[in-house]
């Protein structure tokens, strides 16, 4: 039996930080991971849906412009190439960093002996502290068999090598809205199926309203409360009924109605999980097993890589000798369609049910400089706030919003006012001038926007 001071059991964006902060502090650790390092997000997720959607944007873009003559088209084959290779270089950076910290690496399925002591093919390892990282993985729905041919999740998908003439995605939240925008702009026809009442349900209305505007104009056939039936799949496609009697056929399907977690069998262990089958854990990511600590998607919600980056490395520094406490309160939310949306702290209707006397406001960002250079005007910051000033919410649609999540999430954690941020200089042009134009325009003193 090998021992370890920390053994990380899964290499994803939760188990690789935990693993290098614990190596950082001096301890003698080991990770184990049955696939590719750097999880879900950097080989099915974050990394390569990204990169998909900017080889989308490439084309469509300068299309968009009159002084590109001839117009431009994507080689789709050369594009999925291309993502599979930003994916690999970055899994390959991840393994990088583990062996120059010194973290052993093991490669197969974890079996379990007890919650502390792991079998990897005919090696048994020991932690005397263990970090649980096992993530989550796409969750199927009845009646769609994913077979990486006609059904796919979000990982088969990434396999094809071909472009669909036609696809519906059931589910309508970031994935659905993502892959939505990414195939409508390289020119497949396009159904998104919700079976609730607006795409991107779970989000701020305004951006459910945009992302529905946008994405018809896109040419996107938007079916919300209405769910998908039982297929018929044939040899050129599939046949599928809607439950409000259309029937719509296209080439493959994609389903994309959310993730669950990897904890089968982990209560047996005597790990607690709560009614959705997430680990439970505390502030310092301690599950209720001493020495035994969970983060990352099964940790529980958001199921957001840069989430698991934070309990990653506070789970790494607590099992190492370290004690630090995951005190964040914000974690923003990101989606990548055109224009990106960005999401921090409470909407209007969440304040007011947590008992916060709040309005919001919304400042379009038409009047943005850098929003016409880059050829998206439709959008807006909106910040949910109190009478005294003081934020609670921002929400962002903007070309390149993602840059200001960080900025967003700061704002909220440091308890910024909106006269802190009417106050913050932003350099001109960018897309990050229209915060402090919203919050001079919530103090009712703007200069680039003209009050009625």
Same mark, same amino acid.
């Given at each position: 039996?090998?021992?370890?001071?920390?053994?990380?059991?899964?290499?994803?964006?939760?188990?690789?930080?935990?693993?290098?902060?614990?190596?950082?502090?001096?301890?003698?650790?080991?990770?184990?991971?049955?696939?590719?390092?750097?999880?879900?997000?950097? @080989?099915?997720?974050?990394?390569?849906?990204?990169?998909?959607?900017?080889?989308?944007?490439?084309?469509?873009?300068?299309?968009?412009? %009159?002084?590109?003559?001839?117009?431009?088209?994507?080689?789709?084959?050369?594009?999925?190439?291309?993502?599979?290779?930003?994916?690999?270089?970055?899994?390959?950076?991840?393994?990088?960093?583990?062996?120059?910290?010194?973290?052993?690496?093991?490669?197969?399925?974890?079996?379990?002996?007890?919650?502390?002591?792991?079998?990897?093919?005919?090696?048994?390892?020991?932690?005397?502290?263990?970090?649980?990282?096992?993530?989550?993985?796409?969750?199927?729905?009845?009646?769609?068999?994913?077979?990486?041919?006609?059904? *796919?999740?979000?990982?088969?998908?990434?396999?094809?090598?071909?472009?669909?003439?036609?696809?519906?995605?059931?589910?309508?939240?970031?994935?659905?809205?993502?892959?939505?925008?990414?195939?409508?702009?390289?020119?497949?026809?396009?159904?998104?199926?919700?079976?609730?009442?607006?795409?991107?349900?779970?989000?701020?209305?305004?951006?459910?309203?945009?992302?529905?505007?946008?994405?018809?104009?896109?040419?996107?056939?938007?079916?919300?409360?209405?769910?998908?039936?039982?297929?018929?799949?044939?040899?050129?496609?599939?046949?599928?009924?809607?439950? @409000?009697?259309?029937?719509?056929?296209?080439?493959?399907?994609?389903?994309?109605?959310?993730?669950?977690?990897?904890?089968?069998?982990?209560?047996?262990?005597?790990?607690?999980?709560?009614?959705?089958?997430?680990?439970?854990?505390?502030?310092?990511?301690?599950? @209720?097993?001493?020495?035994?600590?969970?983060?990352?998607?099964?940790?529980?919600?958001?199921?957001?890589? *840069?989430?698991?980056?934070?309990?990653?490395?506070?789970?790494?520094?607590?099992?190492?000798?370290?004690?630090?406490?995951?005190?964040?309160?914000?974690?923003?939310?990101?989606?990548?369609?055109?224009?990106?949306?960005?999401?921090?702290?409470?909407?209007?209707?969440?304040?007011?049910?947590?008992?916060?006397?709040?309005?919001?406001?919304?400042?379009?960002?038409?009047?943005?400089?850098?929003?016409?250079?880059?050829?998206?005007?439709?959008?807006?910051?909106?910040?949910?706030?109190?009478?005294?000033?003081?934020?609670?919410?921002?929400?962002?649609?903007?070309?390149?919003?993602?840059?200001?999540?960080?900025?967003?999430?700061?704002?909220?954690?440091?308890?910024?006012?909106?006269?802190?941020?009417?106050?913050?200089? *932003? %350099? *001109?042009?960018?897309?990050?001038?229209?915060?402090?134009?919203?919050?001079?325009?919530?103090?009712?003193? %703007?200069?680039?926007?003209?009050?009625?």
């Amino acid at each position: 039996m090998e021992k370890y001071d920390v053994l990380v059991v899964g290499g994803g964006p939760a188990g690789y930080p935990a693993a290098i902060r614990a190596a950082q502090n001096g301890a003698k650790v080991a990770i184990i991971e049955r696939d590719k390092f750097g999880g879900e997000c950097t @080989n099915y997720g974050c990394i390569p849906t990204k990169a998909l959607l900017k080889g989308a944007k490439v084309a469509e873009e300068l299309n968009r412009y %009159p002084f590109v003559k001839g117009g431009v088209s994507i080689d789709f084959k050369e594009l999925m190439r291309w993502v599979g290779r930003v994916s690999s270089r970055s899994s390959r950076g991840v393994e990088y960093l583990l062996k120059g910290y010194g973290v052993e690496i093991y490669r197969g399925e974890a079996r379990f002996k007890d919650v502390k002591t792991v079998k990897v093919g005919d090696k048994e390892l020991h932690g005397d502290k263990v970090i649980l990282a096992l993530g989550s993985r796409p969750i199927d729905i009845p009646g769609f068999p994913v077979d990486g041919e006609r059904i *796919h999740n979000n990982r088969t998908i990434l396999g094809i090598d071909e472009k669909p003439g036609s696809i519906a995605i059931i589910g309508a939240g970031y994935i659905g809205v993502e892959y939505a925008t990414v195939f409508s702009s390289l020119g497949s026809e396009v159904f998104l199926i919700e079976l609730l009442e607006r795409v991107l349900p779970l989000m701020d209305k305004d951006f459910s309203r945009l992302m529905d505007k946008i994405l018809r104009r896109r040419g996107v056939k938007i079916y919300t409360g209405v769910k998908a039936e039982k297929p018929e799949i044939g040899g050129d496609g599939v046949s599928i009924r809607l439950s @409000n009697g259309d029937v719509i056929n296209v080439d493959i399907v994609l389903v994309a109605v959310g993730r669950r977690p990897n904890s089968e069998g982990l209560d047996g262990l005597g790990v607690r999980l709560d009614e959705k089958g997430f680990v439970i854990v505390d502030d310092m990511m301690m599950t @209720n097993v001493d020495g035994v600590y969970a983060a990352g998607d099964l940790a529980g919600q958001p199921m957001l890589a *840069h989430k698991a980056f934070l309990e990653g490395v506070i789970a790494g520094e607590n099992a190492s000798g370290g004690e630090i406490y995951k005190v964040s309160k914000f974690i923003p939310s990101v989606v990548y369609t055109e224009p990106e949306l960005v999401s921090v702290g409470y909407t209007l209707e969440a304040a007011l049910d947590n008992g916060i006397k709040a309005e919001e406001k919304l400042y379009p960002i038409g009047g943005v400089a850098k929003a016409y250079i880059e050829g998206m005007t439709e959008g807006f910051v909106k910040m949910v706030v109190d009478g005294e000033g003081s934020i609670y919410g921002i929400h962002i649609a903007a070309p390149n919003a993602s840059e200001l999540a960080g900025e967003a999430t700061y704002l909220l954690e440091t308890r910024s006012t909106v006269e802190d941020v009417a106050l913050t200089v *932003h %350099p *001109h042009p960018t897309i990050s001038e229209a915060l402090k134009e919203a919050a001079e325009y919530i103090i009712g003193r %703007p200069y680039h926007y003209l009050l009625k």
